[in-house]
């Protein structure tokens, strides 16, 4: 079954506010736009940029999910994006989460 072009449901560990604990929660993650890969994220970590947010070190809009160091596989694409093809491994440094939102209960 493809998710391509749905919206998913995923696990993330959400934070809230800064100096506060992560919350395990699912949230929505909106299909790519133009230009945008959505990627199904195998492994992360908190690295020191991420704890700069965790600390309030670092301005950042809330509630966040950080993680940006991942690797996963492209699960999806944008339109105008030819870099990449769903299926595609990949990890990066610059990972830039724009398209989840909380999911209203
Ligand atoms: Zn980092």
Redesign the pocket.
């Known amino acids: 079954m493809t998710t391509a072009g749905k919206v998913i449901k995923c696990k993330a560990a959400v934070l809230w506010e800064q100096k506060k604990p992560f919350s395990i929660e699912e949230v929505e993650v909106a299909p790519p736009k133009a230009k945008e890969v959505r990627i199904k994220i195998l492994a992360t970590g908190i ?4 704890d700069h947010v965790v600390e309030g070190m670092w301005p950042s809009k809330f509630p966040v999910i950080v993680g ?2 991942a690797v996963g596989i492209v699960e999806s694409i944008g339109e105008g994006v030819t870099t990449v093809k769903p299926g595609m491994r990949t990890s990066n ?1 610059k990972f830039e989460i724009t398209s989840q939102r909380k999911q209203h209960n």
């Open positions: 690295c020191r940029t991420d940006h160091e440094h």
